[in-house]
């Protein structure tokens, strides 16, 4: 029903910036709110933000320290993650989600996930 795929992970010194992209097919990402995850090794999925189809109001993990900021375009049906002042504890592989429904939900609750992107913070 939905296909989500990530892109944009890489290698990426302390400090540095990084744009993940989760772009969507079979469905339009308007109708439906959108959350970036990730999952350190050996540490459980943790929720970043989430953006709302409805209004376009974000959320974000306290965590997250204003270093991240979420974002779409409609118009390439793409989802984006801008990540700034990246520390080593940032690694771990990225994911994007889709709800089902336009309002951001409480974090387990997400129904259809990409494959990840892989982010390594590191000198």
């Known amino acids: 029903q939905v296909q989500l795929v990530e892109s944009g992970g890489g290698l990426v010194q302390p400090g540095g910036s990084l744009r993940l992209s989760c772009a969507a097919s079979?469905?339009?990402?308007?109708?439906?709110?959108i959350g970036w995850f990730r999952q350190a090794p050996g540490k459980e999925r943790e929720g970043i933000s989430c953006?709302?189809?409805?209004?376009?109001?974000?959320v974000y993990a306290d965590s997250m320290e204003g270093r991240f900021t979420i974002s779409r375009d409609n118009a390439k049906n793409t989802v984006y993650l801008q990540m700034h002042s990246l520390k080593p504890d940032d690694t771990g592989v990225y994911y994007c989600?889709?709800?089902?429904?336009?309002?951001?939900?409480?974090?387990?609750?997400?129904?259809?996930w990409g494959q990840g992107t892989q982010v390594t913070v590191s000198l």
């Open positions: 989600a889709s709800a089902d429904g336009s309002g951001c939900p409480k974090w387990g609750e997400y129904r259809t």
């Open positions: 079979r469905f339009t990402l308007d109708n439906y709110a």
């Open positions: 953006i709302s189809s409805s209004d376009g109001g974000a």
